[in-house]
């Protein structure tokens, strides 16, 4: 299993970025989803957005970052990504992808499958 997030940078507030989670290696058919989430310098991980990847359709978002991200995916290319917009100081955070088990309408990461995130610095 091999994620790769990808699309993070520096950004104004109020502007936008759009991160992309590759899922490069062989996936267990048990993990039917992918969630986003980040860490911020000095606090928890923060859950952010899921997506039904294998055998549905569904997803998820925390009240902090409704209205504002949208995650996506493209099935053919194994493609799942994050549109962030109207950026606050802070979403400054490390974004990270992981593979997770979708239920009760949400998605629940699997600790360990992960990639190694990308940087998204608000100012």
């Known amino acids: 299993v091999q994620l790769v997030e990808s699309g993070g940078g520096s950004v104004q507030a109020g502007g936008s970025l759009k991160l992309s989670c590759k899922n490069a290696?062989?996936?267990?058919?048990?993990?039917?989803?992918i969630e986003w989430f980040r860490r911020a310098p000095g606090k928890q991980y923060e859950e952010l957005a899921g997506i039904v990847t294998y055998g549905g359709a569904g997803t998820w978002y925390a009240e902090s970052v409704k209205n504002r991200f949208t995650i996506s995916q493209d099935k053919k290319t194994n493609m799942v990504y994050l549109q962030m917009n109207n950026l606050k100081e802070e979403d400054t955070a490390m974004y990270y992808c992981?593979?997770?088990?979708w239920g009760d309408g949400k998605c629940y990461p699997a600790a360990g499958y992960w990639g190694q995130g990308t940087q998204v610095t608000v100012s």
């Open positions: 290696g062989d996936s267990p058919r048990s993990y039917n989803c």
């Open positions: 992981a593979l997770g088990d």
